[in-house]
């Protein structure tokens, strides 16, 4: 029984570290400025195959999208976007 419990843990361990996740941080056009607006993004971007987690802030207008990256790309996150409206273009990482 220990065997296959040890063995069972081993399988969950290693299928979750196999998966590829990434960070993609977007300004759109026309600018996220209200509720409506993140209600919006939030609920169509989390139909898109991939998509993790979705956060919006309408201080910075900025949308970060967390996905996993063998799923799908930031070009087709990019066309989701676009799928509904609006032209996101990737935030820059400042230099370190």
Avoid: W
């Avoid at 220990?2 to 759109?28: E, G, H, M, P, R």
């Amino acid at each position: 029984m220990k065997k296959i419990l040890l063995s069972l843990t081993l399988l969950v361990a290693t299928s979750l570290q196999a998966k590829d996740i990434k960070t993609l941080v977007v300004t759109t056009q026309p600018q996220m400025h209200c509720e409506n607006c993140e209600k919006k993004i939030k609920g169509n971007l989390r139909f898109e195959k991939g998509v993790k987690r979705i956060e919006t802030n309408l201080k910075t207008k900025q949308v970060t999208i967390t996905y996993d990256a063998d799923k799908t790309s930031p070009e087709n996150l990019l066309k989701a976007l676009k799928k509904i409206g609006y032209e996101a273009q990737p935030v820059k990482k400042p230099a370190q």
